[in-house]
């Protein structure tokens, strides 16, 4: 049996390099010194499997020369740098290792955090660069007894909340995406009104970065908490306000920010770096050197296990090759993500089931479409740890129930695909099918009759069905200088209504909040695909 052929193309830790090259079965090039252009054109060819980094680039020119490439490899959480979808069309499986660098972040967060209270950082260059000894300047706070807000409680959150407990913090903790149990059970305190986190002493966000979570704390939160509050984050830059948190920084609102992460980066310009009272590190979440082992040790076991077909550890895309797919269900597949996607955005709930239903030729692919549709409903809430493998692990392991439907086809359509999203809510129910060339669209959303291409920035605005809804609707979002696009709207035999109405630029809570508060706003939110 000849041996697999495994290619590292950056630089990873020495105990991922000997595991690949202790395998009997592996043939390891470590080309991670290599000039990008050899890697490419002389030494991806031999690849079975490859492990990148940062540095490379599975873009085009790699692709074509991975004719013999089964698996990639990230060694770490982000695939910014990988087509994914280029990968799908080759039969490439994309990996990466979600989860190795959890406890760094952690840690990172718990020193900001101590950092802020007792000022560490400026009593070090006080006495270490100074040379100057004056403890009466340096008085901080405790921990202990102090109330502990976090933002998002998955694998980092739970964690960050199970630490603070060891403080004696008292904690509570928002997450509108997982069951309350799931906190309550560590004995801490859970929340849906976010006025809860607001009034807390200390602040730390543990999110996913999304169209909810971009600036979640802005000017508005920030006057609503505590005079001399600390705010932290160590996720990802841009869940807080910058300009909010310089203005809180400055008017001594906020007392002190610890932050790992900023909008773009390298942030060696940034204003926040010119205040005395934050603690900024240059994105150190997964600077450990127990990290870095892990992320290599993770990295050459998913290879390994790629390679010799035991496993795809952490896949994130569905490896079907062009030629093995039936022309007409690559756009459903496409399309169900997306209304998943759109589903999850307008409940902002925790899910307890999904259900698929289909008519037409589609329904011999009813599992796939329902693995399509779980993860862009639970990418949402969960981004990087949920895939196309553990779908349907991710899904029973959150309680979540997963029913498919095969229906006769009634519809006059050819195919239609159904997703009926069960919350604790309530239900929401979206339906779409694929015209000639293609084209995919939602047809249906609960209930209400609609055309609407799955694509852009989208108001759902369900209204009393009485005359000028519709110009007061424009009227609100041209006043916040925006632009209508498109704008869909369905009716039913209730006198209400349902507009879609698709805007080019950035929706504000502020805009939100002008819509529904209008009298014949029944509900209203925003999605993006």
Not at 194 to 213: G, M, S, V
Not at 458 to 482: E, Q, Y
């Amino acid at each position: 049996m000849s041996k697999i052929t495994i290619v590292v193309c950056d630089h990873i830790h020495q105990k991922g390099l000997d595991i690949l090259a202790n395998d009997a079965d592996i043939n390891l090039i470590n080309a991670a010194d290599e000039p990008k252009e050899k890697l490419i054109s002389e030494i991806i060819p031999l690849a079975d499997v490859a492990i990148t980094r940062s540095s490379t680039d599975v873009d085009q020119a790699f692709l074509d020369n991975a004719d013999n490439i089964k698996a990639v490899v990230r060694a770490g959480v982000g695939v910014d740098n990988v087509d994914i979808e280029g990968c799908s069309k080759k039969g490439i499986v994309v990996m990466n290792v979600p989860t190795a660098n959890t406890i760094a972040a952690v840690e990172l967060t718990m020193t900001h955090m101590l950092s802020c209270v007792r000022q560490f950082p400026y009593a070090h260059n006080n006495l270490k660069l100074d040379r100057v000894w004056r403890r009466q300047d340096w008085y901080g706070t405790e921990l202990k007894d102090k109330k502990l807000g976090i933002i998002g409680f998955g694998n980092i959150g739970s964690r960050v909340g199970k630490r603070a407990k060891a403080f004696e913090m008292d904690i509570v903790a928002y997450d509108p995406y997982i069951d309350s149990s799931k906190v309550t059970d560590c004995d801490i305190a859970y929340t849906k009104n976010f006025d809860d986190i607001l009034a807390c002493d200390i602040i730390t966000i543990h999110t996913p970065k999304n169209q909810e979570t971009i600036g979640i704390i802005g000017s508005e939160e920030i006057a609503k908490m505590k005079d001399s509050v600390v705010l932290i984050n160590c996720a990802r830059g841009g869940l807080y306000d910058e300009d909010a948190l310089l203005e809180g920084l400055k008017s001594g609102k906020i007392h002190m920010a610890g932050i790992d992460v900023f909008n773009k980066e390298p942030a060696t310009e940034h204003p926040l770096l010119d205040l005395d009272n934050v603690t900024l590190t240059p994105h150190l979440g997964a600077n450990t050197k127990e990290s870095q082992q892990n992320i290599a040790i993770q990295a050459a076991e998913n290879a390994i296990a790629s390679a010799k077909g035991i496993s795809f550890p952490n896949a994130l895309n569905l490896p079907i090759k062009e030629n093995e797919l039936p022309d007409f269900l690559r756009p459903y597949l496409e399309l169900i993500q997306k209304m998943g996607h759109l589903s999850a955005q307008a409940t902002k709930s925790v899910v307890k089931s999904i259900k698929i239903t289909t008519e037409g030729e589609v329904s011999d692919h009813i599992d796939s479409l329902t693995t399509f549709a779980t993860v862009g409903i639970l990418t949402e809430s969960l981004e990087d740890t949920v895939n196309y493998v553990n779908a349907e692990f991710v899904a029973q392991e959150r309680n979540i129930q997963l029913i498919k439907d095969v229906q006769a086809n009634n519809s006059g359509l050819s195919n239609k695909v159904t997703i009926k999203l069960t919350t604790e809510n309530g239900t929401f129910t979206i339906a779409g099918t694929v015209l000639g060339d293609n084209a995919q669209r939602i047809i249906e959303i609960d209930g209400y009759m609609l055309d609407l291409e799955p694509k852009g920035k989208m108001i759902l605005f369900r209204n009393t069905d009485v005359p000028g809804v519709i110009g007061d609707v424009g009227h609100i979002i041209s006043a916040n200088n925006l632009n209508i696009s498109d704008f869909r709207l369905g009716r039913d035999t209730n006198s209400q209504a349902l507009a879609v109405v698709k805007v080019d630029g950035n929706v504000t809570k502020e805009l939100l909040t002008e819509l529904s508060d209008l009298e014949t706003c029944l509900s209203v939110s925003y999605v993006t695909i």
